[in-house]
């Protein structure tokens, strides 16, 4: 059972910045696009951006220019570079499988924004 644990979240002003982790369990990410997803409070998980195992990558439109996601391969490691954050990417952010897979949620990491 492949386990993904995401951290580097916390509490931060707007404009800052924050570096998201996913470490997986074994190594899944050379099979897999990986993603990062955002849970906002009151409202569905959305996909925030994903990454093939190639390298290229998609965003959603509302992080596009101000969020960085790649991976190490070699780390069984996914990241997420957040910037020029808004209060609207407050939420708990969580990595997957892209599209993703039901068994393989953790428990997420807090990303909340303060204006």
């Known amino acids: 059972q492949v386990q993904l644990v995401e951290s580097g979240g916390g509490l931060v002003q707007t404009g800052g910045s924050l570096r998201l982790s996913c470490t997986a369990s074994?190594?899944?990410?050379?099979?897999?696009?990986m993603g990062w997803y955002r849970q906002a409070p009151g409202q569905q998980r959305e996909l925030v951006a994903d990454i093939t195992g190639g390298g290229n990558t998609n965003y959603v439109e509302s992080v596009k220019g101000r969020f960085t996601i790649s991976r190490d391969n070699a780390k069984n490691t996914v990241y997420l570079q957040l910037n020029s954050l808004k209060s609207e990417d407050t939420g708990v952010y969580y990595c997957?499988?892209?599209?993703?897979?039901?068994?393989?949620w953790g428990r997420g990491t807090q990303v909340t924004v303060s204006s």
């Open positions: 997957n499988t892209s599209p993703p897979s039901n068994n393989k």
């Open positions: 074994v190594s899944i990410f050379r099979i897999f696009a």
